[in-house]
């Protein structure tokens, strides 16, 4: 059992690491932003210009004359301009018209609501670097949070810091410093994991693992792909079954079963209720079909396809083996790094039992579905994004290898874990180049 004083030190460390992550990219972005032909390296202008505009609409000015001012307009870049966006039009009614619907893909409901409601007690001009701090506040729980998980996982302090240190270091290193949604779902997966693994050693665990559908449901709320986390329910309501706990094991399956109903409610009833009498989204109201499902004697009316699922398909070519063409092949190479790793984890992982089995059974069947969908719907590159809550089992996969003697562990394993390393500390650096200056390295 640690004591205080460990913790204290362990705390220090993770701490410490973090601060130094997010002072390297802050440095090259000074490099960027000092070079003389700077306005012919940076590429993308639209969240300049979208703060010019709203400034326009609304009066509200967020740019200002400051370094620490300039690199948060530029962590605003691609993406992140539109949750920007949906901070913003949510706070100020002459803002209105900037809306679109492909703005809704990025939580606008849970994510920018939660960003934007402490923003009503500030001046205006304290408003990116409020949204800046706070999402770095949540990417810092959320590395504690991960470390936790890892401690208790494998009762092992000096495995779980190693892994935490890798964490902060991993391949969507500068998403997390700008203000996309993953970091929230994060922290609620790694909440509702945590949650899970002390009441399943307890006797009378009903209440306490039921808490983790709160978590979970918060999760896919933020965003929707999160809904794999299900994965767990399944696997722990068969593990039950098969230890004959039949009793026990309905509340896993109650858990699955809420966690489904939340789902369904947030992705067809609340788009319904939220936009169907609003002309910038007549759009999906019009073109969707209406189902009527009967449950529990209740008729139900249901928008097929869903809210969310029509936006990723019209703006974003999101379909079954749409990404699948000749201009995507240096898509497919980015995302060979973390797909390695991810098959390499669920091997070694297969072969190797630890004190964690039935947690880590749970992510490498977690893991083969994410890789089913991520190669099958999906633009491939954003693997790198999207692996986050598969992180303890890939990242105790890296740990393990690098600490095990090279003779007992097999050399594509060694191979695979290594070269992983070499390009996660090159692709640290040249991806927070490239987001800060140029093109999005998802």
Known sequence: MLTNKYYFKNILIISITFLLSKSLQFFIFYLINNISLVDSIVFDKSNVLLYKELERKSGISLLHESVFNSYIVALSSWDTHYYTKNIITSLNEKTISLKSENDMVFSPLVWCKLLATPLRYFDSKYWLSFIFIANLLINYIGTLLFYILLLLQTADNHF????????????????????????????????????????????????GYLLTCIFFSLSVF?????????????????????????????????????????????????PEKQYCNDKIFFNWCKESSITEVNLFNQIFKIRLPFFY??????????????????????????????????IGSVCYKSQHLSS???????????????LLLIYSITHVQIINRLSGPLSPLWISYIVEVLSSNNTTTARPHVIVVKSYCVFSVIYFFVQSFLFLSFLPPA
């Open 356 to 370: 964690s089995q039935n947690t880590q059974n749970a992510f490498k069947i977690m893991t083969i579905l994410f």
């Open 160 to 207: 779980s810091i190693s892994c935490t240190i890798i964490y902060i270091f991993n391949l969507s290193a500068i998403f997390q410093t700008t203000i996309y949604s993953e970091n929230l779902s994060l922290n609620l997966i790694f909440s509702g994991l945590i949650i899970r693994h002390i009441t399943l050693k307890k006797t009378n665990f009903q209440l």
């Open 309 to 342: 699922s029509y936006l990723q398909r019209k703006y974003w070519n999101i379909g079954l083996l749409s990404y699948y063409t000749w201009n995507n092949v240096p898509n497919f190479l980015l995302a060979l790094p973390q797909t390695a790793i991810l």
């Open 222 to 270: 933020n965003r929707p792909n999160s809904l794999i986390i299900g994965v767990f329910y399944i696997y722990d309501f068969y593990s039950l079954v098969t230890s004959k706990k039949i009793k026990k094991s309905m509340i896993p399956l109650l858990s699955g079963f809420l966690l489904g109903i939340a789902t369904l409610y947030y992705l067809t009833f609340v």
